[in-house]
Nanobody
C-alpha cells in the first residue's frame, strides 16, 4: 500500500495550491479518502473527506468555501484544491484512506504547505 502526496510548497497569502495523493496497492474505489493536516506543536486535524463514490464531502469549518476535495477513481488519486490560503493553513498535509467499517486505514508521508509573504 502506498499513498504519495504532492503539490505542496511555499505560497503567498491569498494564493492557491492543489495537492494530489496517488494511491496504489489497494482498491482505491472502496475507500473513503481524507486530507488531514498538522501544524507545528499542534494535533493533526481533519481538513476534508470524500466518500468512495465522491458523492459525500465534508470540510472543517476553517476551510469551508476555500478548499475543495475531489477524487478520480480511474486515476486512483484524491485532490485538495486550496484557495485563499492564509498563514494559518501552514502545515504538513496528509492523505488518509479508510475502508468503511475498518478499524484503521493508510496514511501518506505528507507534503509541506507553507503560506508566507
Amino acid at each position: 500500500v502506498l499513498l504519495v502526496e504532492s503539490g505542496g510548497g511555499l505560497v503567498q497569502p491569498g494564493g492557491s495550491l492543489r495537492l494530489s495523493c496517488a494511491a496504489s496497492g489497494f482498491t482505491f474505489s472502496n475507500y473513503d479518502m481524507s486530507w488531514y493536516r498538522q501544524a507545528p506543536e499542534k494535533e493533526r486535524e481533519l481538513v476534508a473527506s470524500i466518500s468512495r463514490g465522491g458523492g459525500l464531502r465534508n470540510y472543517a469549518d476553517s476551510v469551508k468555501g476555500r478548499f475543495t476535495i475531489s477524487r478520480d477513481n480511474a486515476k486512483k488519486t484524491v485532490y485538495l484544491q486550496m484557495n485563499s490560503l492564509n498563514p494559518e493553513d501552514t502545515a504538513v498535509y496528509y492523505c488518509y484512506a479508510l475502508r468503511s467499517g475498518a478499524a484503521g486505514g493508510y496514511w501518506g508521508q505528507g507534503t509541506q504547505v507553507t503560506v508566507s509573504s
